[in-house]
């Protein structure tokens, strides 16, 4: 049970994560809650998520033919995991998130639509592949210990981590619709990086004290 609620707790994670830098799939649901409603943003969102799920289901196979190598490892992983998101964390908060602003199209979108063009935005970016082996290596997921529920259960929880944060920033953005611009998107990115360099740090500073003491 304590592994399961460990898987429960870093999948949700991992979801937040990989789904809440303000890339041009970010800027996208933003543009369509501020113009077309609520809804449009977050299926705009579950798209963008089923794509980082296929991501994940991809990067997790990969990993799974190096399950000894992880175990062997596991401290210098997460040394090597925590540093790839310090150095995302640091591009993040530098990044300037009015760079992928485009003009709104004035052609009405159905939600079948949103979703489609938030999974083609989201997956034509492989790129965040660096970013989803950076979070599994520092959140111990996939783990040598896992039998295939805690495998079910922890993409289960990636997906549910990844719809909670498009819920809440479609539904923050909608509430404030009157008050959001750019700054406000500048000011989420460098919130988004500083959380994730706090935890480059703690997880290069433990991952150190387990290899020494291994």
Known sequence: MELILFTIVNCLAVGVFVSAPMGP????????TLNKGRWSGFYTGVGAAFSDLIYCLLTGYGMSFVVDLIEKNQSMLKIVGSVVLLIYGIYLMRKNPAGSLKAPSEKRVTYTQDFVT??????????????????FARFNFPSPDFHYYHYLIGYSFIFIGALAWWFVITL???????????????????????????????????????????
């Open 118 to 135: 938030g999974f083609l935005f989201t997956f034509s970016n492989p790129l965040i592949l660096f970013l989803i082996i950076g979070l």
């Open 25 to 32: 799939v970010g800027m996208l649901c933003i543009q369509r």
């Open 172 to 214: 923050f953005v909608n509430a404030v619709r009157s008050k959001f611009n750019v700054r406000s998107l500048w000011i989420v990115n460098c919130v988004i990086g500083g959380v994730m360099i706090l935890l480059s740090l703690v997880g290069i500073v433990s991952g150190f004290i387990d290899f020494i003491h291994g």
